[in-house]
Structure formats: C-alpha cells, structure tokens
C-alpha cells in the first residue's frame, strides 16, 4: 500500500491537565485534583494522529522560541514528522492549554494561543510547496482565519483535497467555505454554522444538507459516543454511522484523532464508509487513556481493533446497487 501523504496546518499546545471528580462551576474551588503536563493543541494532535496511523506527515505551526516550544518541537521528531514547516516566534510564548477532566471523563479547556496566532498568511506563501505536494490538507481553527483560508485557496488550486475541523466553533466566511472538500463539525459547531440543532438523524440530515449549500461538497458531522452522520453531496450518500464501544477516561482529543485518521484512510484509496469506521476505531481507542497527543493510537492498534468489530450492514445505496435483475 502506498503510503498516505498529509500536511496539517495548526496550532501546537502544552496541555497542563487536572483530573479532579467533576467540572468546577463559576467562581467554584475543587481540591483533591491530579496534575499531569502532556502535548497537546488540535493542530499538533491530528498531525501526530496522522503520523502514527501510518502517514508521511508535515506539519506548519509556530511554537514560542522557549522551553516548551523545544519539548513540542522534539515530540514532533520523534513521531517522524516533518518538521521543516515549524517556525518559531521569539516575541510571543508558546501556546498553553489548561484542560479540567471529570471522572466521567468530560472536560473544559482554556487556551493561551500564544505563538498559534502569529501563524500568519505570509507564512502559508512560504509553505505553498509543502501544502501543494500532499494529498490531504487538514485544518482546525486554533489560528486565525485569515491564515487558514489562504492555505484552502492554495490546496484547492492545487487539486488537493482540503478537510476542515471548524473548532473551536466560528462564524466562517462563505468564500472558504467553497474552498473546503470534507467538513468536519460537532453537533455544537453544526449548529453554529448553519442554525440547525443536530439531535437526531433527522436533524443531522438536515444539518449536513445546509453545509452543503453553503458550497462544502462533503459533510461529517461528528456524534460524541453516537459515532458520525456523513452526507456526500457527489454520491448521494446520506448514512449514521456508529461508533464502537470504548471505556471513556478523557475525550481531550478525540474529534483530533478522528480527523487525522479521516485523513489517512482517503488518501490511501478507502472510500468515505470505511474512512470513517477507520476513524471512528481511532478515536474511540485514544478515549481510552488520559492526556492528548498519550493518548492516540499507532496503525497496528487501530487495525487490531477494528478486526476485532462486526462489519457494518452495506449501505442502501450499495445494495442496490448489487440486487440481482428479475429475469
């Protein structure tokens, strides 16, 4: 099999993470919490996410010219990214994100974004080759959006499938919009994009449909625990996919994990279903264990997993596609 090749465009974070028995409210004091320092940051977690499911994997971020910045930075290395896209900014720290996991394993997380926001559009002028050379590009919105829709125009002139994770969620503009291949929002950031509350297939359907409108020529709208609804404006297919069931310890980067792994399974020639049950594996195994970037799965864990699960039922349309003529 040919090797999956992806850049990821985004933010890199140090995750300083409590676990304590629930979220604390406004103005609230819990004690008794654990503390743990792990990587983090949406960009660097679908980059590593990527890497570690098998593809050859760039990454374009900035980092603080700081201690922190050098710990990402040797992480990224030892993952076997490429790292010749990383910047580093001596004005502006590396960024931070202080994360609250429940029991149950919620979580509220605040960000510093630090050096994430000087990731400016100049710089994607500087890393038009390595955008141009990939298959996938993969995006979140951890920096800014003037940055994130000049490296969609790039990729989208240059043939290359763009995917978009709209989060943290945000107004975007319609132009980018055009520009984006594969859609990736939550039931939250569905509803923020297009004002429709996703609480069901039906919803979810109608959701995806208004996405599509708006120019995105794939949906996927992401599900928590009920898995994902994807809705393909060129095939027709409009399908709720299922998760697999995983012991929930901390969701920190989970939707991360699942874009990475999305990422890799197209551009290795699976066909939407199969790329989102592969991503659906992944991110269910990085639950499964505390922290983000700790957390993700390598490529032999992922398909171990997935040997291990009932295939899913054909879609309609495929079987249709294959009933017997009446003679």
């Known amino acids: 099999m040919k090797k ?9 974070n140090t995750d300083m993470i409590v676990q304590i028995q629930r979220i604390p409210g406004p103005g609230e004091t819990l004690l008794g919490g654990k503390f743990s320092q792990a990587a983090g940051g ?27 910045g050098d710990q990402a930075l040797a992480g990224f290395v030892k993952d076997g990214i490429d790292v010749s896209q990383i910047t580093r900014d001596p004005k502006v720290a590396s960024g931070v994100a202080l994360i609250n996991v429940s029991t149950a394993g919620e979580n509220a997380i605040t960000v510093a974004s630090g050096a994430n926001a000087a ?11 390595a955008i141009k ?25 240059a043939g290359v499938k763009v995917i978009l994770n709209p989060a943290p969620a945000q107004k975007l503009p319609p132009a980018l919009l055009k520009n984006v291949d594969i859609l990736t929002p939550n039931e939250h950031e569905a509803r923020l994009l297009c004002g429709v509350a996703v609480t ?15 120019g995105v020529g794939t949906v996927i709208i992401t599900l928590g625990k009920e898995g994902a609804y994807v809705a393909d404006k060129q095939t027709g297919l409009r399908r709720h996919l299922p998760t697999y069931p995983a012991k929930r310890v901390d969701s920190t980067a989970a ?58 039922a054909p879609t309609k349309t495929a079987a249709k596609k294959t009933k017997p003529r009446k003679r």
């Open 119 to 129: 990731l400016t559009p100049a710089i994607m002028k500087k890393s038009a080759a």
């Open 200 to 214: 069901d297939e039906a919803s979810s359907k109608k959701a995806a449909e208004a996405l599509m409108k708006k």
């Open 255 to 312: 939707g991360d994990v699942f874009n990475g792994a999305l990422a890799v399974a197209l551009a290795e020639g699976k066909d939407l279903v199969d790329a989102i049950c592969f991503a659906n594996a992944a991110a269910s195994l990085s639950i499964m264990k505390l922290g983000a970037q700790p957390s993700i799965p390598c490529r032999k864990q992922i398909d171990a997993f997935l040997a291990k699960q009932k295939p899913l």
């Open 133 to 157: 050379k990939a298959q996938c590009l993969v995006m979140q919105l951890e920096t800014p959006l003037p940055t994130v829709a000049a490296a969609a125009q790039i990729a989208k002139k």
């Open 4 to 12: 999956a090749n992806i850049t990821v465009l985004g933010s890199s």
């Open 42 to 68: 949406k960009g660097a977690n679908q980059a590593v996410a990527a890497a570690r499911a098998g593809a050859s994997t760039r990454f374009i971020a900035r980092l603080g010219a700081d201690m922190l």
